[in-house]
């Protein structure tokens, strides 16, 4: 299983990002895929989630109304677009991919496969 993490970036306050994630090497249909993001010093923390299936998705309350976490079930692609980008959303981003159920989307321990991570800057 491969995830590649694409499109971080340097932007200024009150702007916009969009990251991209291809998955590659097995089906995901039963699987929820994740973002996470670490800043310097800091624990890796869940930011959104969407399951490949059914497209539910899943916000950390920090980004709730600025991200939006979307699937192409096609392309295999999951996406993070980000509005409304802060200084303290800096960090490096990673997507990641689990089987297990909903019900542990926010834990990083139960994902099982992560890409190689997307540095994303917001300048004051």
């Known amino acids: 299983v491969q995830l590649q993490a694409s499109g971080g970036g340097l932007v200024q306050a009150g702007g916009s990002l969009r990251l991209s994630c291809a998955a590659s090497?097995?089906?995901?249909?039963?699987?929820?895929m994740g973002w996470f993001r670490q800043a310097p010093g800091k624990e890796r923390d869940f930011v959104a989630a969407?399951?490949?299936?059914?497209?539910?998705?899943y916000y950390a309350d920090s980004v709730k109304s600025r991200f939006t976490i979307s699937r192409d079930t096609a392309k295999n692609t999951v996406d993070l677009q980000m509005n409304s980008l802060k200084p303290e959303d800096t960090a490096v981003y990673y997507c990641?991919?689990?089987?297990?159920?909903?019900?542990?989307?926010?834990?990083?321990?139960?994902?099982?496969?992560w890409g190689q991570g997307t540095q994303v800057t917001v300048s004051s």
């Open positions: 990641a991919a689990t089987a297990f159920n909903s019900n542990y989307v926010r834990d990083r321990r139960y994902y099982d496969y």
């Open positions: 969407i399951t490949w299936s059914g497209g539910t998705t």
């Open positions: 090497g097995r089906t995901f249909s039963r699987y929820v």
